[in-house]
């Protein structure tokens, strides 16, 4: 994997989507093990319903590790210098989601040229559930 | 109730974490990754790696991995029902692989609140090293509903 050269990339400029299968129990039970977030709220229906909610819902985290796949997918791990996110909806079982980045400033920073990215994490209707920017260091 | 701002500047206790290929498999796994350089060790090896990558969200995991991760928030008297995960910021420094052994400082940075207190914020700040070598920051901000 090459890092994109810094004068090929412009404002406006959209990086190469990820769209995840849609989120199963078994995601959450896999996720449960890799992240050790053993959290009820995410593996158990019983739980969840004693506290009056429909289902158990998705780890926010695990829609974090998918806006990551997005960066790594483009860039080496190495040239992410930042990578913040906002969790702002709950991904339901069945959703798959959609993860897209834009550029939308080219700045200087640590005298490294770098990229500013937009982030979403959405579900296929649209509704976004996670909102996240990065800074991204070009050659 | 308000929390008490003299919580501002509170240490938590700091741990050590060092993630195994066994447990990043599995994160690889959970999170539809492709790249072998974040699951296989042989893979990582070959291209140079001292072992697989650890992934750029794997270090809240790794914040999180002791007995009491929220014991800062419990010291403030705050009910666990009413915690969400707001939002989640890193800042990179060093590439970080398996089997390296990271201590993790954190300290509660700001407490604030919006809508009259009906929310509440709590700000984590934690500096990841290895070896004494800055590697990562994170930046946990919890949400309190009243």
Same mark, same amino acid.
């Given at each position: !994997?090459?890092?994109?050269?810094?004068?090929?990339?412009?404002?406006?400029?959209?990086?190469?989507?990820?769209?995840? =299968?849609?989120?199963?129990?078994?995601?959450?039970?896999? @996720?449960?093990? *890799?992240?050790?977030?053993?959290?009820?709220?995410?593996?158990?229906?019983?739980?969840?319903?004693?506290? *009056? !909610?429909?289902?158990?819902?998705?780890?926010?985290?695990? *829609?974090?590790?998918?806006?990551? /796949?997005?960066?790594?997918?483009?860039?080496?791990?190495?040239?992410? /210098?930042?990578?913040?996110?906002?969790?702002?909806?709950?991904?339901?079982?069945?959703?798959s989601m959609v993860c897209t980045g834009k550029v939308v400033e080219k700045l200087e920073q640590n005298?490294?040229?770098? &990229? /500013?990215?937009?982030?979403?994490?959405?579900?296929?209707?649209?509704?976004?559930?996670?909102?996240?920017?990065?800074?991204?260091?070009?050659? | !109730?308000?929390?008490?701002?003299?919580?501002?500047?509170? $240490? &938590?206790?700091?741990?050590?974490?060092?993630?195994?290929?066994?447990?990043?498999?599995?994160?690889?796994?959970?999170?539809? =990754?492709?790249?072998?350089?974040?699951?296989?060790?042989?893979?990582?090896?070959?291209?140079?790696?001292?072992?697989?990558?650890?992934?750029?969200?794997?270090?809240?995991?790794?914040?999180?991995? $002791?007995?009491?991760?929220?014991?800062?928030?419990?010291? !403030?008297?705050?009910?666990? *029902?009413?915690?969400?995960?707001?939002?989640?910021?890193?800042?990179?420094?060093?590439?970080? @692989?398996?089997?390296?052994?990271?201590?993790?400082?954190?300290?509660?940075?700001?407490?604030?609140?919006?809508?009259?207190?009906?929310?509440?914020?709590?700000?984590?700040?934690?500096?990841?090293? /290895?070896?004494?070598?800055?590697?990562?920051?994170?930046?946990?901000?919890?949400?309190?509903?009243?």
């Amino acid at each position: !994997m090459t890092i994109p050269n810094f004068d090929a990339i412009n404002v406006g400029d959209e990086i190469p989507s990820l769209t995840t =299968e849609p989120v199963s129990r078994l995601t959450l039970a896999l @996720y449960a093990t *890799g992240s050790g977030d053993h959290h009820p709220l995410h593996l158990d229906q019983d739980y969840v319903r004693s506290k *009056g !909610m429909k289902d158990v819902f998705a780890h926010g985290m695990l *829609g974090m590790a998918y806006l990551g /796949r997005l960066l790594t997918q483009w860039v080496p791990q190495e040239a992410i /210098r930042t990578f913040g996110v906002r969790f702002t909806a709950i991904t339901w079982i069945g959703e798959s989601m959609v993860c897209t980045g834009k550029v939308v400033e080219k700045l200087e920073q640590n005298g490294e040229k770098c &990229v /500013r990215l937009e982030l979403t994490c959405a579900n296929e209707q649209g509704e976004a559930k996670h909102k996240a920017d990065a800074v991204v260091a070009l050659a | !109730m308000l929390i008490d701002k003299k919580h501002i500047g509170m $240490k &938590v206790p700091p741990h050590a974490v060092t993630p195994t290929a066994w447990q990043l498999k599995w994160f690889a796994k959970a999170t539809g =990754e492709t790249n072998p350089l974040y699951f296989d060790e042989a893979a990582a090896r070959k291209a140079g790696l001292p072992g697989v990558l650890v992934p750029p969200t794997f270090f809240f995991c790794m914040d999180m991995d $002791k007995d009491e991760p929220f014991d800062y928030i419990a010291t !403030m008297g705050c009910d666990f *029902g009413k915690m969400l995960h707001g939002e989640q910021i890193f800042t990179y420094h060093k590439p970080v @692989y398996s089997g390296d052994t990271l201590d993790f400082d954190g300290q509660v940075t700001d407490i604030y609140d919006k809508k009259n207190g009906a929310l509440q914020f709590i700000v984590k700040d934690v500096k990841v090293s /290895r070896q004494g070598e800055a590697v990562c920051d994170l930046r946990t901000v919890i949400v309190i509903r009243a």
